[in-house]
């Protein structure tokens, strides 16, 4: 096998021309199959729906270190056609798991490394589902990446830790009861409990020495005529918080703070979160320090950009649900403008190497 048909910005030129939707992934996992294929690896298909798992075994018993990369692509609606966009980056971080991969073989000599391409992390049900699928049962260390736009870090660097925020959203379902504009009292307004509602999360407080924020996004009160109390509504909520401690308390807040103030209207409401919780990123510093130093190892001092945040990441399920699990999450700097989930977003290739390097000194340092 030589490493240079592993090329990773040729895998990644490949598999930016078949973008596919979270759980619809299977042009990218049969190219991923057969690239693992290539290097004499043993694809394991059908994870948490189109994921794709590989082993490369060591010789003595050891840790089992995962590669995470993710394969969605995202869905935006252009010149009135749908089209689906690599504006996300996730065909990066395939070609780069699988250009870390190409090299890790030959080398693995205590442990193993599971290699693992998740569907759908956009959707934020890809993670949960493998989890699901037994993807964790084995693992002991999960090592994730990805690409940064310019605003986070310079391009050509690479940092310890993303530490992404806990994020969701909520649907509120606002119940009231009907009556004629000019006999309200006979009625309970949707309308005004959603303003009652807004007004509520607005003057929630939570630490302000912490970051988070909670907004509402969109008020629909389904109104059908002038004079007629609305009895029913939706408002959706958009939830930010730094980290799993913020977002618990501002997530019961917000709960009370949204009934209570319906209730003053006589309107009752059902708050569901039906995209789940992601969690915040929680990594073990010590890792992270080691992850830190080695990127200045392999790559020099001044390549080692600050760690940076924002933004959400299905990878944390992995920790919330094993927490025993030595986790760390690189960040690549690759020059992303104008930002990340911008259906014009471009970047540097050729600082993916950079990436790979980093990946594959990572794993050693555990593996090697
Ligand atoms: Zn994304
Ligand atoms: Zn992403």
């Avoid at 618990?248 to 059902?270: D, G, H, R, S």
């Avoid at 001044?302 to 945040?309: I, P, R, S, T």
């Avoid at 992995?318 to 030595?326: A, G």
Wanted: charged share 25%.
């Amino acid at each position: 096998m030589d490493t240079k048909d592993f090329d990773v910005v040729a895998m990644r030129t490949d598999l930016h021309q078949i973008p596919e939707l979270g759980f619809n992934e299977h042009k990218t996992s049969d190219y991923v199959a057969a690239k693992l294929k290539e290097m004499g690896l043993e694809p394991i298909r059908g994870i948490g729906g189109t994921g794709v798992v590989a082993y490369i075994d060591g010789t003595e018993p050891g840790p089992t270190v995962m590669l995470r990369a993710d394969m969605d692509a995202l869905p935006f609606v252009i010149d009135g056609k749908d089209a689906c966009i690599h504006a996300c980056g996730h065909d990066s971080h395939t070609a780069m798991v699988l250009a870390t991969a190409a090299k890790l073989i030959g080398h693995v000599k205590k442990g193993r490394v599971k290699l693992f391409f998740q569907p759908a992390e956009e959707t934020l049900f890809g993670a949960l589902k493998s989890y699901d699928d037994g993807v964790l049962d084995d693992v002991d260390y999960a090592f994730g990446a990805h690409v940064r736009p310019i605003q986070d870090i310079p391009d050509g660097t690479v940092c310890a830790a993303v530490r992404h925020t806990s994020s969701t959203f909520c649907i509120v379902e606002l119940k009231g009861k009907v009556a004629h504009g000019s006999r309200p009292h006979l009625g309970a307004s949707v309308v005004e409990a959603a303003v009652l509602a807004t007004n509520a999360v607005n003057s929630l407080w939570v630490n302000p020495n912490k970051a988070w924020s909670a907004k509402v996004t969109s008020i629909d009160c389904a109104s059908t005529a002038t004079n007629i109390i609305p009895d029913k509504g939706k408002m959706i909520l958009d939830i930010r918080a730094q980290d799993n401690e913020t977002k618990t308390e501002l997530l019961e807040k917000l709960k009370t703070a949204i009934t209570n103030a319906c209730a003053c209207v006589n309107v009752t409401c059902e708050i569901t979160f039906p995209g789940g919780v992601i969690p915040a990123a929680v990594y073990d510093e010590d890792l992270v320090d080691q992850v830190r130093k080695t990127i200045g190892e392999v790559l020099g001092e001044e390549k080692v950009a600050k760690d940076c945040g924002g933004g959400g990441e299905d990878f944390h399920y992995f920790k919330q649900k094993k927490p025993e699990l030595h986790a760390a999450y690189i960040g690549v700097g690759t020059g992303v403008t104008p930002g990340l989930h911008d259906p014009r977003m471009t970047m540097n290739p050729e600082s993916l190497r950079n990436g790979v390097k980093v990946l594959e000194k990572l794993i050693l340092n555990v593996v090697g």
